[in-house]
T-cell receptor, first 112, second 114 residues
Framework: KQEVTQIPAALSVPEGENLVLNCSFT??????LQWFRQDPGKGLTSLLL?????REQTSGRLNASLDKSSGRSTLYIAASQPGDSATYLC???????????FGKGITLSVRP | NAGVTQTPKFQVLKTGQSMTLQCAQD?????MSWYRQDPGMGLRLIHY???????DQGEVPNGYNVSRSTTEDFPLRLLSAAPSQTSVYFC?????????????FGEGSRLTVL
């Protein structure tokens, strides 16, 4: 059974800091990995999707990397801003039914 | 673009009542799904559909029913509400399925069962 872990559960950083959010998964036979952002009381917004054949994806100040063999992904946020404060979740797609398994998320607070 | 639209946004039910959470998408997505999100439990898949007329169970299907008569709509029915079904429910869709496609979420429906 696929398990996705995100540690720590919460993170607080000063504005301007470059930061890395980690995601680990137990079954490396994945189709893809997605990073989502969730603001309080809102739905999830897809940030980056990395296919299993890819090593990384970039969008603006965000860069996500994937190392399938070690079961790890990182989301790098450059020059963090207070507007980046949110919960960040990763999810991996695995199995015959392409089930998406979510981590429990990292709640990020960027202090002005 | 409306994207994925869920109604209602908030609902309070009494134990034993039934109701339907509506989900509609205007992106011509084949794949649609329902999740519930609970503190400490994360997101759990309830039911999903890979196209009109095709549905299947997810991780926590008991107490819920779905149907997919059109590509656009995927309603979730609570047959006899229980306090354990108090949760935030999200509908999500993808154009090409989860092997390759990005997943788009609605804003959520917050359900309280008394």
């Amino acid at each position: 059974k696929q398990e996705v872990t995100q540690i720590p559960a919460a993170l607080s950083v000063p504005e301007g800091e470059n930061l890395v959010l980690n995601c680990s998964f137990t079954d490396s036979a994945i189709y893809n990995l997605q990073w989502f952002r969730q603001d309080p009381g809102k739905g999830l917004t897809s940030l980056l999707l990395i296919q299993s054949s890819q090593r990384e994806q970039t969008s603006g100040r965000l860069n996500a990397s994937l190392d399938k063999s070690s079961g790890r992904s990182t989301l790098y946020i450059a020059a963090s801003q207070p507007g980046d404060s949110a919960t960040y979740l990763c999810a991996v797609s695995t199995g015959a039914n392409s089930k998406l398994t979510f981590g429990k998320g990292i709640t990020l607070s960027v202090r002005p | 673009n409306a994207g994925v639209t869920q109604t209602p946004k908030f609902q309070v039910l009494k134990t034993g009542q039934s109701m339907t959470l509506q989900c509609a998408q205007d992106m011509n997505h084949e794949y649609m799904s329902w999740y519930r999100q609970d503190p400490g439990m994360g997101l759990r898949l309830i039911h999903y559909s890979v196209g009109a007329g095709i549905t299947d169970q997810g991780e926590v299907p008991n107490g819920y029913n779905v149907s997919r008569s059109t590509t656009e709509d995927f309603p979730l029915r609570l047959l006899s509400a229980a306090p354990s079904q108090t949760s935030v429910y999200f509908c999500a869709s993808s154009f090409s399925g989860l092997r390759t496609g990005e997943l788009f979420f609605g804003e959520g429906s917050r359900l309280t069962v008394l």
